[in-house]
């Protein structure tokens, strides 16, 4: 079975305090995507990687940074965490020759808590 | 601007009914995606289509690309099947999505 993995699931942090998610994948996929899901807004790209070192900006970067060290890796930074990035996060990934035919696969999320 | 819009946002339904849920998008598309979240969950996909009808047990869907236009449907309801429902669509490697459908099956 394919596999992408979030470290938490559920996650309480303080105001100003660094906040890191990890994501990590079984499926030596190329592309690796970080979204955050709120209520009516559905699912917004943050950061995406479609490389060991690579990372470009998605539709809501700003507060954020990632990090892409090793192919099975993506890490999403929250420098100084602030209460409008309560969200639930999500990693997802893929490999350019799968992106028509089986489109992504989704971790099972990190609801952060910023309070 | 969303370029894929979804309906309807919520919907309840008694277990058995016969249920439609349906999406719109506006950018040309390789493929179009139905997701499924349960509550505090991952998300799953169900299909991937890029033409015609695709069922899966209960669950079918059907995509009319001169239209743009795509339908989930779900017979003989339960309540398992209460969930988000997402219509996403893949233009080469950028995906987009829409908010989601939120069904809720009654016993």
């Known amino acids: 079975d394919v596999k992408v993995t979030q470290s938490s699931r559920y996650l309480v942090k303080r105001t100003g305090e660094k906040v890191f998610l990890e994501c990590v994948q079984d499926m030596d996929h190329e592309n690796m995507f970080w979204y955050r899901q709120d209520p009516g807004l559905g699912l917004r790209l943050i950061y995406f990687?479609?490389?060991?070192?690579?990372?470009e900006k998605g539709d809501i970067p700003e507060g954020y940074s990632v990090s892409r060290e090793k192919k099975e890796r993506f890490s999403l930074i929250l420098e100084s965490a602030s209460t409008n990035q309560t969200s639930m996060y999500l990693c997802?990934?893929?490999?350019?020759?799968?992106?028509?035919?089986?489109?992504?696969?989704f971790g099972s999320g990190t609801r952060l808590t910023v309070v | 601007k969303n370029e894929v819009e979804q309906s309807p946002q919520n919907l309840t339904a008694q277990e058995g009914e016969f249920i439609t849920i349906n999406c719109s998008y506006s950018v040309g598309i390789s493929a179009l995606h139905w997701l499924q979240q349960h509550p505090g969950g991952g998300i799953v996909s169900l299909f991937m289509l890029s033409s015609g009808k695709k069922k899966h047990g209960r669950l079918i869907a059907t995509i009319n690309i001169q239209e743009k236009h795509s339908s989930l449907h779900i017979t003989a309801s339960h309540p398992r099947d209460s969930a988000v429902y997402i219509c996403a669509v893949s233009t080469g490697n950028q995906f987009y999505f829409g908010t989601g459908t939120s069904l809720t099956v009654i016993p």
């Open positions: 997802a990934s893929n490999s350019p020759s799968w992106t028509v035919r089986y489109g992504y696969t």
């Open positions: 990687s479609y490389d060991v070192k690579m990372k």
